[in-house]
């Protein structure tokens, strides 16, 4: 420095006496001082500079790294700068899409769209939208954001491709859903954990006869009696607390319309982001079945009693036992011995000699029971 050669401005960090650190550069300048050699230092805070140069290195390299595509056209649409994703996501060189115009890139079908679309962002300043664009033989989704900026457009796109195939298969998904939902054989439906009805398909309006918009947001227990209600509550929360489904439940339902009916079902936790959000039940009106069996039990009952008299009538040896005997058997199941027919089914009693009155029974009998009651004795010759 003293022999009066130039000497590059130095940078470095600095402790400033309040505390603070900046960046200073230094410039040193010989010069005569006092007639002697000295050096004149000039100090200058370039921190701001410094900071903005690291900032835009920061902004570069995100620039440049960025999994979404940065691109800057200008108001005919055209390329003019453009991050190295969009040539990745298009397949071509920076070379081949610089200057092109963004319409020449997608799929023929959203040309007009896209041109619409380029016509909002000139005129309103901003735009968002979704489309198809061409890569090689293959067509693939961008979700496009530009906005004016003076003279140009700037813009961010972000290849969605998988989400729009996502969302074709859950509308696909929902379409078959809804199909097998409507028009399932059985009654389907949802509630929520508190048992507040969210959905109901046609089958169930049908079959239990209550309306969609009468029983959304109602609550099951109002169709339910009390003590059915506490029932159906507890296994419900029952197969909460164990993460399982139901299966066979069966339980009494007040249908507005029907009245009382007798409904069987199988009942499926809906789960989501693994959490129980509630119940998708599916339900059979079974009360005819229920009714056929208990019918059908007491039929056999009937047809048991009727073969248990039949085979007292062979076994009584004195026939003047029989008008005693008989109406001890048939004592408790509403059938009597009578002089007259006093009954619905009232069936003569008689052999050869003699007529014994009726048998009187107050029970439906169908065609085959008759039948087989009023077949003759093997013993006695007793036709009934």
Known sequence: ????????????????????????????????????????????????????????KRLERFFMNAKDIFF?????GRFLEF?????????????????MNSRNLVCPEDYQKLKDFFRRVLTDGEARGEFRFLRKNEIFWLELHEWLAGEEVEGIAREITERKELEKALIESERKYREIFE?????????????????????????????????IGKNFSEFLSKETAEEIFRKYNEAFKERKDLFGVLFEFNSPKKGLMYVEGNVKLLWMDGKIIGFLTNLRDVTRTIKLEAELGRLNKVLRKIKEV???????EDKSDILQKIPEILDNYNAKISKLPECKHSIPIKTAEKDFGYLCIDHELNDEELSFFKSPSRKHGISV
Do not use: C
Not at 72 to 76: E, Q, T
Not at 83 to 99: D, S, V, W, Y
Not at 183 to 203: P, W, Y
Not at 310 to 316: A, C, G
């Open 1 to 56: 420095m003293l022999s009066k050669e130039l000497v590059e401005p130095v940078i470095e960090l600095f402790k400033l006496p309040d505390g603070r650190t900046a960046y200073l550069e230094v410039n040193a300048t010989p010069v005569r001082y006092r007639n002697k050699d000295a050096i004149l230092l000039v100090l200058r805070d370039i921190s701001t500079m410094i900071d903005a140069k690291e900032r835009l």
């Open 72 to 76: 800057i056209l200008d108001k005919g």
């Open 83 to 99: 991050n190295p994703k969009l040539a990745e996501i298009f397949g071509r060189t920076q070379e081949e899409l610089k200057g």
């Open 183 to 215: 028009n399932s054989l059985d009654a389907i439906v949802v509630t929520d954990l508190k048992g507040n009805f969210l959905e109901v398909n046609k089958i169930f309006e049908e079959d239990i006869g209550v309306k969609r918009e009468e029983i």
């Open 310 to 316: 039949h085979e007292i009538l062979v076994r009584i």
